[in-house]
Nanobody, 133 residues
Framework: QVQLVESGGGSVQAGGSLRLSCASS????????MGWFRQAPGKEREGVAT????????YYADSVKGRFTISRDGAKNTVYLQMNSLKPEDTAVYYC??????????????????????????WGQGTQVTVSS
């Protein structure tokens, strides 16, 4: 049974940093997708960043490009989201997700995992990130 457990959320002032972690169990393989999504109150869930284990490529939403970095530690089965220069509009519940039938995209000439939430079939419970101005 696949389990994803997020940690690292919290409250921070604008301009600050947080690092989210997603520990996975029961989910292995060398050709799959993991991603971070977020959902603010009254808004739809949106993709933030994805990581493709097959090519070690990452893909970012325009709103976080240059500020957030997704990475993976295969030995620990953990995916991280380093969030820098946080803004109040980054406030949301952040979810870790995994999927093996995700639609791929091409970014900067490399293949990467897309961000369609409905294409990810395993989800964590979410962790709250609050950024104050």
């Amino acid at each position: 049974q696949v389990q994803l457990v997020e940690s690292g959320g919290g409250s921070v002032q604008a301009g600050g940093s947080l690092r989210l972690s997603c520990a996975s169990s029961g989910y292995t393989g060398s050709d799959n997708c993991m991603g971070w999504f977020r959902q603010a109150p009254g808004k739809e869930r949106e993709g933030v960043a994805t990581f493709y284990s097959g090519r070690l490529t990452s893909y970012y939403a325009d709103s976080v490009k240059g500020r957030f970095t997704i990475s993976r530690d295969g030995a620990k089965n953990t995916v991280y989201l380093q969030m820098n220069s946080l803004k109040p509009e980054d406030t949301a519940v952040y979810y870790c997700a995994a999927g093996d039938r995700v639609k791929m995209v091409v970014t900067n000439g490399a293949i990467a995992c897309g961000m369609g939430p409905h294409e990810y079939n395993y989800w964590g419970q979410g962790t709250q990130v609050t950024v104050s101005s």
